[in-house]
């Protein structure tokens, strides 16, 4: 029996086609439509249907580059299943450059949202029954703030085995265990039978060239873990992450000029100096120490601080194996490119 057509919004897509759908969201003030706009491949043969998420913060700006990437891979010429995915979830903040909506609220904390409610819960309602119930699974693509920078990671829910496995096939360096928060994508989608991977890297605002590398290569290999793509081009990942369950941010205990002497991806031991924060005539200098061995798995890159402000972002776990990670991780995406350079540009 010929696989029937994949529909969404009026759209049918046929077996072996794509095509992008744009579900309306909002007519700004000016009267220029926004929509939510969706890539759909649906494969010839039956498979998994998985949604591929960006810029749900406006400023998270390198998950839109990963999906550029994602859609350029030869693999998906062959896709078992549908796959839909969606580069900017927040066009209000992404043409703003900025992580918010217009009215400053975190769509992150608008789910499920309603069809009359504030424009995030709108767009959250669009978003959530429109993409994210049609998906058997899901992977959200975020970066850190603006002028932060978080090491490769997948945060995943507590106690959730499914997605502890699909982490561990995507092969960032660290899988933290973080609490679903009322109000987030990730927590609806799990309470509706969607399990969502969250993939966080990089800075926002910028793009980190092996930031992007690990996050198409970590899709590609969730995808083939579930059968939706051939194993040709697609490497395993060299090594296991490390998984972590608890993490603390270390804050600056003075305010001034911060010299960072540590970076994310390295471990530390309890006692070791990470940063100096100096007045700026020089005659005042605290430093900020390591209270525990971990990984920094994120830190701030502004030179200036106020007393409080989040620093380093420290997650417990072996030094030897974590140390082992990263390198292995870096190696891999040294010597076995995705794409060659002009695919890129």
Same mark, same amino acid.
């Given at each position: 029996m010929?696989?029937?057509p /994949?529909?969404i919004?009026g @759209?049918?897509i046929?077996? #072996? ?5 744009h ?9 220029t439509p926004v929509t939510?706009s969706?890539?759909?491949h649906?494969g !010839?043969r039956a498979g998994?249907v998985m /949604? ?6 406006g400023d998270? $700006?390198i998950g839109?580059e990963i999906v550029r990437r994602?859609?350029r891979?030869?693999q998906?010429k062959s896709l078992r #299943?549908?796959l839909l995915?969606v580069?900017v979830?927040?066009s209000f ?9 217009? *009215?400053r609220?975190?769509l992150?904390?608008c789910f499920?949202?309603? %069809?009359s409610g504030?424009?995030g819960?709108r767009l959250?309602h669009i ?6 119930s049609?998906?058997d699974?899901? &992977?959200?693509?975020h970066?850190a703030?603006?002028?932060?920078t978080?090491? %490769?990671?997948? =945060? ?5 085995a499914?997605?502890?496995d699909?982490a561990?096939?995507f092969?960032a ?6 609490p ?7 927590a609806?989608?799990?309470?509706r039978?969607?399990?969502?991977l969250l993939?966080e890297?990089?800075?926002g605002l =910028?793009?980190?060239e ?8 970590g899709?590609?290999r ?9 194993a @040709? #081009?697609?490497? @395993?990942? !060299?090594a !296991?992450?490390y998984v ?5 941010w ?8 911060l010299?960072?002497?540590?970076a994310?991806?390295?471990t530390? $031991?309890?006692g070791?100096?990470?940063?100096t924060i100096?007045?700026?005539f020089?005659?005042?200098?605290t430093?900020?120490v390591?209270p525990?061995?971990?990984i920094?798995i994120?830190r701030? &890159? ?6 409080g ?19 292995d991780?870096a190696s891999q995406l040294e010597? *076995?490119?995705?794409?060659d350079e *002009?695919?890129? &540009?």
């Open positions: 010929p696989r029937q /994949f529909e919004a @759209k049918h046929g077996p #072996g086609s794509f095509e992008t759908v579900l309306p969201v909002s007519i700004l003030p000016d009267h939510l969706v890539q759909v649906h !010839k998994p /949604f591929i998420s960006a810029a749900v913060h998270e $700006v839109v994602l859609l891979a030869p998906l #299943g549908t995915v580069p979830v927040n903040g992404f043409l703003n450059r900025s992580r918010y909506l217009p *009215d609220r975190d992150n904390r499920p949202g309603h %069809p504030s424009l819960s959250a978003f959530l029954n429109e993409v994210v049609r998906c699974v899901g &992977i959200d693509l970066s703030a603006i002028h932060r978080n090491l %490769p990671q997948i =945060r995943v829910s507590p106690g959730d499914g997605t502890r699909m561990t096939v092969g360096p660290v899988v933290l265990t973080s679903l928060r009322d109000g987030s994508l990730r609806e989608a799990a309470e039978g969607t399990p969502v993939y890297a990089g800075e =910028r793009f980190d092996m930031a992007v590398r690990a996050g198409v290569a899709i590609l969730v995808m083939r873990s579930m059968s939706m793509l051939a @040709k #081009g697609i490497a @395993k990942a !060299k !296991k992450p972590c369950t608890s993490s603390t270390l804050r600056a205990p003075a305010g001034g000029l010299r960072t002497f540590r994310e991806g390295e530390v $031991v309890a070791d100096v990470l940063a100096s007045d700026p020089g005659g005042l200098e430093d900020l390591a525990s061995p971990g920094l994120g701030a &890159i502004l030179p200036l601080v106020n007393e402000d989040a620093v380093f972002h420290l997650a417990a776990l072996s030094p030897s194996v974590a140390e082992d990670t990263v390198e991780l010597t *076995d490119p995705l794409f *002009d695919e890129i &540009i």
